[in-house]
C-alpha cells in the first residue's frame, strides 16, 4: 500500500487525484436533470424554446403566405374592376360625342322653352290686368 501511495505522488498526489474525481462526479451530474438547475435541463428548455420559436415562425410564414396570395388576388380582382368602369366610362363618353349636337339642339330648345313660358305668363299677366 505504501508502494502505491508514493507511486502516486504521496498525499499531494492523491488529493489532486480525488479532486480530480469529484471535479468529473460534479460535471458528470451537470448533465443529469434534476428539475431545473442542471446543464441538461437549460438545454432541454433552450431546445423546448427552438422548437415554438420555430412552431411560431412556420405559422407567420403561412400566415404571411395567404395573406400575399390574398394580395395578389385583390389586386387582381382590382384591376379587373377598374378594366370595367374604364370601359363602360368610355362607352358613355363616346355616346356623349355621338349625341353632341342632339344635347346642344335640346340645350337650345331648353332656352326656348324658357323664354316661351315667360312669354305666356307676361300675356296671362297681361289678362288678369284687364
Given amino acids: 500500500m505504501q ?5 502516486l505522488g504521496g498525499g499531494a498526489g492523491i488529493a489532486a ?3 480530480a474525481v469529484l471535479t468529473v462526479v460534479k460535471r458528470t451530474s451537470e448533465l443529469q ?4 438547475g442542471s446543464i441538461k435541463d437549460k438545454v432541454n428548455k433552450t431546445a423546448d424554446t427552438v422548437t415554438q420559436n420555430s412552431l411560431q415562425v412556420k405559422e407567420l410564414v403561412s400566415l404571411f403566405t395567404q395573406l ?3 394580395i395578389g388576388e385583390d389586386a ?4 379587373e374592376y377598374r378594366k370595367m368602369l374604364t370601359s ?8 356623349v360625342q355621338e ?3 342632339d344635347i346642344k339642339e335640346l340645350r337650345g330648345n331648353d332656352i326656348n322653352i324658357f323664354r ?14 284687364s
Fill in 3 to 7: 508502494q502505491i501511495i508514493v507511486a
Fill in 17 to 19: 487525484i480525488l479532486t
Fill in 33 to 36: 436533470p434534476n428539475h431545473g
Fill in 68 to 70: 400575399n396570395e390574398r
Fill in 76 to 79: 387582381h380582382s382590382t384591376h
Fill in 88 to 95: 363602360q366610362l368610355d362607352h358613355v363618353l363616346n355616346l
Fill in 99 to 101: 349625341n353632341r349636337g
Fill in 116 to 129: 316661351r313660358l315667360e312669354e305666356l305668363e307676361k300675356q296671362l299677366n297681361q289678362k288678369k290686368e
